[in-house]
């Protein structure tokens, strides 16, 4: 059996609604479910959580086999978010076409950069040498660093 792709990224948010806004609104991705879930006890939780959880689906295509983002809120979510020299998921990237536009877009809404957009050489991506990639990082709601990449 072969590695696949990836099949979905799941982050932890504080406030649902406030991430709906950013992850839906702001950066336009569409919503697929949106459900409260049982969790209960397991090794997997930091805590017993009786009430169980919101999790949202979001997509940016229609393919099922493309990745897709889940945002979950616990009651009492807590923590901080990890930073880009911390060990651990550190940022999730993703690929668009119109990266200047949607940074314009998240500057006017006040969104925090880490990196404004900048071009990088490709070959990190890649390995194509002497093409170029456009890159930014950014932060949500909850602190989690965000890079939008496009092809120059």
Same mark, same amino acid.
């Given at each position: 059996?072969?590695?696949?792709?990836?099949?979905?990224? @799941?982050?932890?948010?504080? /406030?649902?609604?406030?991430? *709906?806004?950013?992850?839906?609104?702001?950066?336009?991705?569409?919503? &697929?479910?949106?459900?409260?879930? +049982? &969790?209960? +006890?397991? =090794?997997?939780?930091? +805590? !017993? /959580?009786?009430?169980?959880?919101? @999790?949202?689906?979001?997509? #940016? !295509?229609? %393919?099922?086999?493309?990745?897709?983002?889940?945002?979950?809120?616990?009651? =009492?979510?807590?923590?901080?978010?990890?930073?880009? %020299?911390?060990?651990?998921? $550190? $940022?999730?990237?993703? #690929?668009?076409? %119109? *990266?200047?536009?949607?940074? %314009?877009?998240?500057? =006017? =809404?006040?969104?925090?950069?880490?990196?404004?957009?900048?071009?990088?050489?490709?070959?990190?991506? /890649?390995?194509?040498?002497?093409? +170029?990639?456009? &890159?930014?990082?950014?932060?949500?709601?909850?602190?989690?660093?965000?890079?939008?990449?496009?092809?120059?």
């Amino acid at each position: 059996m072969g590695l696949g792709g990836v099949s979905h990224i @799941a982050i932890g948010v504080r /406030d649902m609604d406030r991430s *709906l806004a950013f992850y839906r609104d702001l950066l336009g991705m569409r919503v &697929t479910r949106d459900q409260q879930e +049982r &969790t209960g +006890r397991s =090794a997997m939780y930091a +805590r !017993e /959580d009786k009430s169980g959880r919101r @999790a949202v689906q979001l997509r #940016w !295509e229609d %393919d099922p086999e493309a990745p897709f983002l889940v945002l979950s809120e616990f009651p =009492a979510t807590s923590g901080e978010a990890i930073r880009l %020299d911390q060990v651990g998921i $550190h $940022h999730v990237a993703l #690929w668009v076409s %119109d *990266l200047e536009q949607r940074a %314009d877009k998240l500057r =006017a =809404a006040g969104v925090p950069f880490v990196l404004d957009p900048i071009e990088v050489d490709a070959a990190g991506y /890649d390995g194509a040498q002497g093409e +170029r990639v456009m &890159t930014c990082l950014f932060q949500d709601p909850d602190g989690i660093i965000l890079q939008l990449d496009q092809r120059v």
